[in-house]
């Protein structure tokens, strides 16, 4: 079953805008990851953020985590075509270790 | 090798057919998880080891589904009686020792049950 429910579901944006992606999720966790997939199959680990921390970044990347609220958000500064893909989040349990994918936002950037 | 290994590609059988799906891990990865994915969803969790044991299979869907990991490296998932609704990319990654670090996908076998 799937632990985390992103938002939107779809999201089409010009190049240069920001995109912001939500994920709301269920558990307590240890931490919560981005993901990255491109059109076949691979998964590209982006950023990790743990539990007692409220914001990270990496890059054009910015990470939010809100444990009152069972919610992330990714950000993506300046948008590039090549940044068209699905994001996920994906969670680990609080006392557990397996990792635990949401239902994904598909990003389109149009050059 | 650099990344985790899954073959095959692809694999297409007919449906009542037992199939295999091999994973090598990234070396000295001692977790090792399987998820499924279908077109247009995320990647649903089926088993996760820790070295040679199945720490969690609660993902297996059913008892047609089954996964061994001998020596702690290489993986298989055997799937018996292949149904229509098994078809789906199979996952595999793989994460170093110590919890909440990051995972390192293969690129997936797509199965196709016909």
């Known amino acids: 079953s799937q632990q985390g429910e992103e938002d939107p579901q779809a999201l089409s944006i010009q190049e240069g805008e920001n995109a912001t992606m939500n994920c709301s999720y269920k558990t307590s966790i240890n931490n919560l990851q981005w993901y990255r997939q491109n059109s076949g199959r691979g998964l590209v680990h982006l950023i990790l953020i743990r539990s007692n921390e409220r914001e990270k970044h990496s890059g054009r990347l910015r990470v939010t985590l809100d444990t009152s609220k069972k919610s992330s958000s990714l950000l993506i500064t300046a948008s590039r075509a090549a940044d068209t893909a699905s994001y996920f989040c994906a969670t680990v349990k609080a006392g557990a270790n397996n990792l635990f994918f949401g239902t994904g936002t598909r990003l389109t950037v149009i050059p | 090798g650099a990344g985790v290994s899954q073959t095959p590609s692809n694999k297409v059988t007919e449906k009542g057919k037992y199939v295999e799906l091999r994973c090598d891990p990234i070396s000295g990865h001692t977790a090792l998880y399987w998820y499924r994915q279908s077109l247009g969803q995320g990647p649903e969790f089926l088993i996760y080891?820790?070295?040679?044991?199945?720490?969690?299979d609660s993902g297996l869907p059913n008892d047609r589904f089954f996964a061994v990991r001998p020596e702690g490296s290489v993986s298989t998932l055997k799937i018996q009686r292949t149904e229509r609704g098994d078809s789906a990319v199979y996952l595999c990654?793989?994460?170093?020792?110590?919890?909440?670090?990051?995972?390192?996908f293969g690129q997936g076998t797509r199965l196709t049950v016909v």
């Open positions: 080891f820790q070295g040679t044991g199945a720490a969690d």
């Open positions: 990654a793989s994460s170093s020792p110590g919890r909440g670090t990051e995972a390192f």
